[in-house]
């Protein structure tokens, strides 16, 4: 408990988050990177709410994009946190 003058500090109410583009994506998007304010308890997948929200192009992105955040696959109910990396990376084919 506080004593005296002690101020608790205020809990952040929102996250930056930078989202990365990669192949057909960045080029439908015409950029490779955006940087997204979301709420604090924001995951994957209310991200890609927010770009399909900000920018038409992202429609491109499937329902169900594959990503990444810091470098690590995550599920779209992934949660974030101030200052990660989140990446969209397009389907792979080869053979």
Known sequence: MPSGGDVLAP???TITVECRFFARYAQALGRDALTLEL???ATVADAVRELRRALPAAGVLP???LAAVNREHASLDGRLAHGDELAFLPPLAGG
């Open 39 to 41: 709420p604090a308890s």
């Open 63 to 65: 329902e169900r994009p």
């Open 11 to 13: 809990t952040p109410r």
